[in-house]
């Protein structure tokens, strides 16, 4: 393989596994529309949707016990309290 095959395969395959992760990445947080509240409290292990509300983690999927009230998931507006949880404030983006 020549030096000009290498450098071909190479960007090819750092472009492939860029797409990859802006598409997983994109895919992991859904957008906050009005009609979804964070409710807390009701997220299995593991499940949450992002970061705790007491700042123990920062990302998904990282609920360690389930229904703990510092893990939240995105619900329909009016779901929350009807599954057990309390919706959590939202702080505005700076």
Known sequence: MNQESKLATAVAGLLAASSMLVTSTAQAVPDAPTHW????????????????????????????MDKDPNEWVYTPSGTCAKIGGVVAKVKPAK
Do not use: I
């Open 37 to 64: 509240e964070k409710c807390a409290g009701v997220a299995k292990a593991g499940m949450n949707d992002c970061g705790a509300l007491d700042g123990k983690h920062g990302c998904s999927g990282q609920a360690s």
